[in-house]
């Protein structure tokens, strides 16, 4: 009965938020996870929660990462992106997953390039950008993908993802005078100073304005937050690559 997979997945997803991850995934596995959104790939609603539990499962743990990967969760999660392009919850947790589960695992990595998996999460960003939480999910999640391989941080660059980063740490919450978010900025400034190791990108950053843009994050937030933490390092990656241990290596 549809009803009860639905009502299953969601009481199996805030488990996953409440009780230890590992005992989650040892009672409740993931393969049932996957074999229930494959037998239902059109139900927004299943794919919400079932991309819940698989996210939220992942979180923090390597062994669930493994054995998601090895389900070929990822696989799921691609066709999330396809299929539910106009469901923001749905995006969400697919946003999660991909920052959750990691693309460290061969798996993962495979199906996340075979399906240009950086300009799905691109897309995301374009279609919501007046929309906080999709905007902080897609920073966080192409942080976990630009990372892995030279290739993704290519298809970043080609479509455009600058210019989509720049609009994220500019956007404004809205009802506040100029306030920012705190985790856009966190993740944002994080994706700088990634890309700062690259010589040829850092020059577009600078032009771009990126280190004006993390003084004002540092202006906006305490020295104890993790935006201005993110900030901080954005900057010294900016002005200083060779004492951040990062590569002056052009593109």
Not at 104 to 129: C, P, W
Not at 171 to 189: H, L, N, T, Y
Not at 190 to 215: K, N, P, V, Y
Request: glycine fraction near 4%; hydrophobic fraction near 45%; proline fraction near 2%.
């Amino acid at each position: 009965d549809i009803l009860l997979v639905k009502d299953t997945l969601l009481k199996i997803s805030e488990r996953a938020l409440t009780d230890d991850r590992s005992t989650v995934a040892a009672i409740n596995g993931f393969e049932p996870v996957v074999t229930l959104l494959k037998k239902y790939p059109d139900d927004s609603i299943v794919f919400r929660h079932g991309l819940a539990v698989i996210a939220r499962m992942c979180y923090g743990n390597d062994a669930n990462k493994v054995h998601a990967s090895e389900c070929s969760a990822m696989v799921q999660v691609i066709w999330a992106f396809k299929a539910f392009e106009n469901f923001r919850d749905v995006l969400q947790e697919a946003l999660a997953c991909v920052k959750n589960m990691g693309l460290s695992h061969e798996e993962n990595k495979k199906q996340f390039k075979a399906n240009d998996g950086t300009l799905l999460i691109i897309r995301v960003m374009q279609q919501y950008g007046h929309d906080l939480l999709l905007q902080r999910w897609t920073c966080a999640a192409l942080c976990t993908a630009l990372c892995v391989a030279a290739d993704f941080i290519d298809r970043f660059l080609s479509h455009d993802g600058l210019a989509l980063l720049f609009r994220a740490l500019r956007f404004v919450i809205p009802g506040s005078a100029d306030k920012r978010d705190e985790i856009v900025q966190k993740w944002g400034c994080s994706l700088i100073a990634q890309l700062s190791s690259i010589g040829s990108i850092r020059q577009q950053l600078f032009e771009m304005g990126a280190l004006q843009q993390c003084e004002m994050t540092r202006q906006q937030f305490s020295e104890q937050s993790p935006a201005y933490e993110a900030a901080t390092h954005a900057i010294n990656a900016l002005l200083y690559p060779d004492q951040t241990g990062q590569s002056t290596q052009e593109s």
